[in-house]
């Protein structure tokens, strides 16, 4: 429940008409759980385990909120702090300006990294540039409630709309001044009118395509030229909630979980990756929140909500990991490793045998 609760207050519902449904190719997902999906299925084999540096100076970091690995280094976000290591877990310094004065914020909501400079915007319209030494390089009040951020290939920022009452769903601004240069996809606004703007992280870049999908909807699209393009729709096992879903109008977020939960809906889908061979997403369904690897080639799925890390003889809960999935060289899973078996921690890790910190396997 504590995780339908996540994925449906993660509500962005974007309309898409019925002829540009049609050019999406539609994946058949079948049921067929296992106890666990091995870390090696997500990530491929010559998986590197790296824990990160607990040494006295580095800040307590609290629940992660979205973890980043770019140009060599690792950033991690806990709502209110950036935390930036290398790829060898070792610390390095840290972003914390919460507070309500110039060049401060109250809280993450989302943030994204560009040559050194870390773009964040907080719950309440502020969106802010800083350097990783802490120094604020420029702020704006937005006219909307962002979802989302991402960097366009040409180094500008787009941001996705989070309420339906706003005109456009996109946003793109100049990452210099922070300005709006243009926005695109007018929202539908028939569609549901409750949405919430934390958590979102809706893009994922595999290559030079840039795809967007969203925690209720079943449809992934690729960015192309300022619109969206169908690319995927995923068929739950013939559990998706049906249009007439979307079109109700509800009181509040708690009636639409209800209305979800007593329907036995499958929820698609907050945590979206592809690769060459498989698609891996994650989905809520009437049971559990899950995780499933869909085999292009043999169009064949195993879903679990567990992950298994056999090097370290460890299983964990999908509900305690984090993924950083970026189409590029580097995807991760994080994970805290308080019920890692202790001579695991010495072997395969090399931390005694008390460490119950992060641990990140990437590739």
Known sequence: MKRLMAALAGILILASCSQQRKEAQTINIEENHAEGIDVEM???????YITLDTASNVPLIGRIQ???????YIYISDYKSVHSFNLNGKYLTSL???GRGSGEYMSIADFCVQDGTVYLYNNHKKLMAYNMQGECLNSTELDFYPASITILPEGNLLLTSAYQSDADKFHILSAKTLQRERTFFPIDKAQITWRHFMGQHNFYRMEEELLFHEPMNDTIYTVQHNT???KYIL??????????????????VMEIMMEAASNGYAMGTPEFAEFPDAIVFTYKDAEKYRLCVYSKQYKTALQSDTIRFKALQYRESLENCIFSFNGTQHQAIIFHGAQIPEKTK????????DYDDIVICFK
Do not use: C, M, R
Not at 66 to 72: C, E, L, T
């Open 42 to 48: 997500l990530l491929g084999q010559g998986v590197k």
């Open 66 to 72: 979205k973890a980043i690995i770019q140009d060599s």
């Open 96 to 98: 914390s300006k919460s």
């Open 228 to 230: 969206l393009v169908p």
């Open 235 to 252: 068929n739950l096992y013939g559990e998706n909630a049906p249009a007439k879903f979307y079109s109700k109008e509800y009181h509040d």
């Open 346 to 353: 010495a072997a395969v890790l090399g931390v005694d045998a």
